[in-house]
């Protein structure tokens, strides 16, 4: 089974910006679509925002314009580039691959990071 370990989360102030990292076990490249999804104390997992094997990107209205999904297959490595954060950013922030990306949503066989927190103060 895939391993993914994300980093990068952190505190910011809103207005912020923090690039998270997801490196996975496996080839990038191969995955018809990676995630990054969030949950926040007390509220049901989003998606965020999905990247396809073509590297077409899908992103949660809340965060277009904002957030920036990206891979390098190099690194088999996946990011998620957050500017401009809110308070309602705030959660924990999972990787996933071998999701859905239309709409993004988790798939029987999708695997998941164990997390990396954001939190982002007024």
């Known amino acids: 089974q895939v391993q993914l370990v994300e980093s990068g989360g952190g505190s910011v102030q809103t207005g912020g910006s923090l690039r998270l990292s997801c490196k996975t076990s496996?080839?990038?490249?191969?995955?018809?679509?990676a995630a990054w999804f969030r949950q926040a104390p007390g509220k049901e997992r989003e998606a965020v925002a999905a990247i396809d094997g073509t590297d077409t990107t899908h992103y949660a209205d809340s965060v277009k314009g904002r957030f920036t999904i990206s891979k390098d297959n190099a690194k088999n490595t996946l990011y998620l580039q957050m500017n401009s954060l809110k308070p309602e950013d705030a959660g924990m922030y999972y990787c996933?691959?071998?999701?859905?990306?239309?709409?993004?949503?988790?798939?029987?066989?999708?695997?998941w990071g164990q997390g990396t927190q954001v939190t982002v103060s007024s």
């Open positions: 496996g080839y990038v490249y191969t995955y018809r679509c």
């Open positions: 996933a691959v071998d999701t859905a990306c239309i709409p993004i949503k988790a798939l029987p066989l999708t695997s």
